[in-house]
């Protein structure tokens, strides 16, 4: 069991986001049927952000500026100020995260595309790392390496689809092309 819950907590960034899918299908199996897809995108959207941006992004404040030298030993770096500003950015997409939870579309780009910057460039950090460094310690070259680049993808993907079928289901429908035949 130790072994479980320190791979889940050590791969976080996966453990939130496999959970914001869990509550996402609960969330869905409880809603009437036929479900379209403007819910399940809703569904599926909201939840990434509350786990994968919101509680993530908390959970490594939390790591970054209250355990320190804990997190620098698991990434493969030395104890730096630095811990403590990426705390604090950290802290600072978790908010936006929690608010574009049930927020409007302008706020979720906020919480895709800040935050997925930083991923991204953080990903770019950890090749230059184990290229240069041959840091492949797991804070560096595992999970959190793949899920900094997956994140930001599936984020923009979700807002991508949240776009199309808001935009469809508030077309009228022979614009939208729902109720005429083929």
């Known amino acids: 069991m130790e072994n ?3 791979f889940l907590l050590e791969n976080f ?3 939130f986001l496999v959970l914001g899918l869990i509550v996402s299908g609960i969330s869905l199996w409880r809603r009437s049927r036929p479900l379209t897809p403007s819910p399940v995108v809703e569904s599926l959207f909201s939840y990434f952000l509350l786990f994968s941006i919101g509680v993530s992004f908390f959970y490594n ?3 970054h500026a209250f355990l320190g030298d804990m997190t620098a030993k698991f990434i493969g770096w030395e104890q730096s100020p630095f811990q403590a500003e ?3 950015a950290s802290l600072g997409y978790a908010v936006v995260g929690f608010l574009a939870f049930r927020g409007g579309f ?3 780009v906020a919480a895709v595309v800040g935050p997925g910057i930083f991923l991204l460039g953080a990903a770019a950090g ?3 790392q184990m290229i240069v460094a041959h840091n492949f310690a797991p804070g560096n070259a595992g999970v959190i390496f793949y899920t900094d680049i997956a994140i930001p993808i599936i984020g923009s993907a ?3 689809l949240q776009h199309r079928y808001d935009r469809a289901s508030s077309m009228p429908r022979s614009v939208s092309g729902e109720g005429t035949t083929a």
């Open 4 to 6: 479980v819950i320190r």
């Open 13 to 15: 960034t996966l453990t």
């Open 61 to 63: 404040f939390v790591v």
């Open 86 to 88: 990426v705390g604090m």
């Open 106 to 108: 302008g706020l979720r």
């Open 126 to 128: 950890h090749v230059y």
């Open 158 to 160: 979700l807002l991508w």
